[in-house]
Nanobody, 121 residues
């Protein structure tokens, strides 16, 4: 129901744009977040956007470098990754079906994509 794309290999300082496409049923009225998980680390939330885009939140580690946006007409959420660092290397997941609580708590989301690999090297 959620399909991420846009990952790849990029040099430090480079940029990528990730996309998360969803069915209209999954996307409609849903808040969406991007998480990432590096090898051996817990999954961490990096960006959140409310259903109409009125509320956006970033993790401190990506603030000022990543931009989350959404196109409700296209049922797609984007994550623009700029000024990439080695430590941004991870599998990036989008999540929907937010049940309330902390926006960066993975257990609060009911729908997940399969992830897209971002490697900064």
């Amino acid at each position: 129901q959620l399909v991420e794309s846009g990952g790849g290999l990029v040099q430090p300082g480079g940029s990528l744009r990730l996309s998360c496409a969803a069915s209209a049923y999954t996307f409609r009225g849903n808040h969406v977040a991007w998480f990432r998980q590096a090898p051996g680390k817990v999954r961490e939330g990096v960006a959140y956007i409310s259903s109409q885009g009125g509320t956006i939140t970033y993790a401190d580690s990506v603030k000022g470098r990543f931009i989350i946006s959404r196109d409700n007409a296209e049922n797609t959420v984007y994550l623009q990754l700029n000024s990439l660092k080695l430590e941004d290397t991870a599998i990036y997941y989008c999540a929907a079906g937010f049940a309330g609580g902390s926006v960066f708590r993975a257990a609060n989301y009911g729908y997940w994509g399969q992830g897209t690999q971002v490697t900064v090297s």
